[in-house]
């Protein structure tokens, strides 16, 4: 596509008005008007052949196989011109779909030799499908009369899924020995702990762990080294429902609890215990049934990632009730949901009870800090008193559900979003070692 430059509009109009003076001037040359005409399309008639055509420029895309949430890669596309017809610079413009953030979506790229790369930072919105949609590459000719445009469609997916890496770097910091909060170290001890083997005693080990006898028989200090009981069973339950899918500090609900379960689910697999995952909405969507040991994570994280938004209202009654009867062993079951008020989570209340009787929940309640900062802000206009006095009431109801949750048995894990990981881990240690499954 080859179009004409503000620049082209203003040379070729410069000549009405010089022209309009000589007809007034001197009618006998008002021809130097339509020579002017002439003159002036013979010029970009000439400009226009002497710009690099579309067909001369070569586009190869080169694009992320994968995007991780909370991560940004880059997206490059070399182009290519004929030498001897390549302009010293051109523009750029990007196009992807709703799940990628292309910032800035516009780039200038310089051409040496007729070679040159744009390059695009891509930033990933939500988890599912990201698409590359189409490039545009723009170039003026050589006296700037012309702009020269071509676009290529690339119709290129890119899977996003959670950030894997970053769960497994924050498990690793929590595995750490030498930590004096590190995870191992917590579970060296507790009322369901196994003892494991005698270690010769460190400074900072629990005394109560000594072995007076064979700290005797050897002559030289030495402690019991305890490791907490395995082969446990955690179930991870996420609801997949409309309410989940809304957004928090910038991610959906959804994600943030995936973030978690991946978490929960790589550490307790490290340390022996069996791990099943069920997602449900309007109706069960996942059930991968436990599994165990380390390699048994990325058939989790495959199942997770497949998880996507929905805009169904959630069946607490089909989905949790499905979840009891599939569960055969007393079990720590985690709940990821969410609720508006107590009515609408009147049936979750009454199927998180039944789970009670029999096993051990943990229920994750995210605090919404955007609904606290209306709250505690300061009302300067009538509608600040509104949003201030809608977001007490939903605080309201939000605190009372949690406390009948408490006082129905569960064990309530309510924080930030960006500290919800570490709450709940602590919460499983705890279980763990005092032995409550």
Not at 268 to 276: E, F, P, Q, S
């Amino acid at each position: 596509m080859i179009y004409p430059t503000s620049r082209a509009v203003f040379f070729v109009a410069i000549g009405v008005p010089v022209a309009l003076l000589f007809g007034v001037a001197a009618p006998d040359l008002w021809l130097a008007g339509i020579a002017w005409i002439v003159l002036s399309v013979g010029i970009l008639v000439v400009d226009a052949l002497a710009a690099g055509m579309p067909s001369s420029l070569r586009i190869v895309a080169e694009l992320p196989g994968m995007l991780a949430m909370g991560q940004s890669a880059r997206a490059t596309f070399h182009l290519t011109f004929d030498a001897a017809r390549a302009p010293r610079q051109a523009e750029a413009a990007l196009d992807a779909g709703a799940r990628l953030q292309i910032l800035p979506s516009r780039r200038s790229v310089q051409f040496v030799h007729g070679r040159g790369a744009a390059e695009f930072p891509v930033t990933p919105l939500r988890r599912g499908e990201g698409r590359i949609e189409k490039l545009w590459v723009r170039w003026t000719s050589p006296l700037g009369f012309h702009w020269v445009q071509k676009s290529e469609t690339i119709g290129r997916s890119i899977p996003v899924v959670p950030n894997v890496q970053a769960v497994k770097d924050e498990a690793l910091r929590l595995f750490r020995r030498d930590g004096p909060l590190g995870l191992l170290v917590q579970l060296s001890g507790g009322e369901s702990a196994e003892f494991h083997a005698l270690r010769d005693f460190q400074t900072g080990m629990d005394r109560r762990a000594i072995d007076w006898k064979q700290s005797a028989k050897h002559a030289v200090l030495r402690a019991k080294e305890f490791h907490a009981e395995q082969n446990q069973h955690l179930v991870l339950v996420l609801d997949t429902g409309r309410l989940m899918s809304e957004p928090l500090d910038g991610q959906p609900r959804l994600d943030r609890a995936l973030h978690a379960i991946l978490l929960m689910a790589y550490v307790a697999l490290k340390l022996g215990d069996r791990v099943g995952l069920f997602a449900f909405d309007e109706k069960p969507r996942l059930k991968s049934g436990t599994v165990a040991g380390a390699r048994a994570f990325p058939l989790l994280q495959r199942l997770a990632t497949g998880l996507d938004y929905s805009t169904a209202e959630t069946n607490f009654t089909l989905g949790l009730t499905q979840l009891a009867s599939d569960i055969e062993h007393r079990s720590i079951i985690v709940i990821f949901t969410d609720f508006v008020d107590t009515t609408s989570a009147e049936l979750m209340l009454e199927n998180v009870g039944r789970l009670l009787r029999r096993h051990l929940v943990l229920f994750v309640a995210f605090r919404d800090q955007e609904t606290e900062t209306l709250r505690r802000a300061e009302p300067k206009t009538p509608e600040d008193v509104a949003r201030a006095v809608i977001a007490d009431a939903l605080l309201r109801e939000r605190e009372i559900v949690i406390e009948r949750l408490r006082r129905l048995g569960a064990e309530i894990i309510d924080a930030p979003a960006g500290r919800i990981g570490m709450r709940l881990l602590n919460a499983y240690i705890a279980t763990k070692r005092l032995g409550l499954v």
